[in-house]
């Protein structure tokens, strides 16, 4: 895995996030639509481009941000970095007593499929991780599911 | 290798989803469940609207052949989402300390689930 400020591709920021309460719920929304993802977007040209965000359909109160950006190494730059240093008390409340991170990850673009003018109503992320010790042998069984479900 | 791996089967999920796009990430930092030196992917496929979860149904048969194989590779868990707002830089206040808020004040108004509460 290499370091976040040596990789200059682009990739997202993504964020699963669940308050600790139904009655922090409110609160959540008002800070992160008015200050906590405002604040990323505001570090302009060369941090995040753009930030969405969705509910999920699997589980309760969870509540996923992509951040867009053209380089991942901004993740480590101060101007960022330097948000989640300094803090504000509301955000310094929210960390501590009513949201929980379920994870915050980095990803690198690897390949894209299809073109998209606006967010989608519904998106679906398939989590999954690979092993390269025997890569040619689910190769060979792809190809197999490959050719099954195309004539499908 | 692993990476020319992870294309095929997000081939396989791209094509089986009939999404308008689909994007293929790799965990560069960040929390993951995964620690066995494992490269980290996520596919995230832009859904064309409702009805497609039947998607999961294929999932399930993708994941079982995963599990033949071993754990040559695996599937760690298929999330679907809702889209819910886009952020705005413009829509940043400066921050107030807790004791001013409270949700009533902050938002003025909310929904049942208190979704979009800011007029």
């Not at chain 1, 606006?118 to 689910?138: G, L, T």
């Amino acid at each position: 895995m290499s370091g976040l400020d040596q990789c200059d591709e682009p990739g997202i920021l993504l964020v699963l996030a669940k308050p600790t309460s139904s009655q922090h719920l409110s609160d959540f929304h008002n800070w992160y639509d008015t200050e906590h993802g405002p604040a990323r977007l505001k570090l302009g040209k060369g941090y995040f481009s753009n930030g969405y965000r969705y509910k999920s359909r699997n589980e309760d109160s969870i509540w996923l941000a992509v951040y867009e950006m053209d380089r991942l190494s901004a993740g480590a730059d101060p101007a960022y970095t330097t948000l989640r240093e300094n803090r504000s008390l509301r955000e310094q409340d929210m960390f501590e007593h009513k949201l929980s991170v379920v994870s915050r990850q980095f990803l690198q673009l690897q390949a894209m499929k299809g073109c998209s003018a606006k967010p989608s109503v519904r998106i679906c992320i398939v989590n999954f991780c690979v092993e390269s010790d025997a890569a040619q042998d689910v190769g060979t069984w792809y190809s197999k599911v490959s050719t099954r479900t195309s004539n499908a | 290798m692993d990476a020319d791996l992870a294309q095929k089967v997000f081939g396989i999920f791209q094509n089986e989803f009939a999404c308008s796009r689909s994007r293929l990430f790799k965990l560069v930092e960040g929390t993951s469940k995964d620690d066995n030196n494992r490269a980290v992917y996520r596919g995230i496929h832009d859904l064309d609207g409702n009805g497609r979860d039947e998607a999961h149904h294929l999932v399930k048969l993708v994941d079982n052949a995963f599990r033949r194989r071993g754990s040559t590779l695996l599937l760690q868990s298929v999330q679907t989402f809702d889209f819910h707002r886009r952020l705005s830089a413009s829509e940043y206040r400066s921050p107030v300390a807790p004791s001013t808020i409270s949700s009533k004040s902050a938002c003025g108004h909310s929904n049942s689930d208190g979704s979009k509460g800011r007029l």
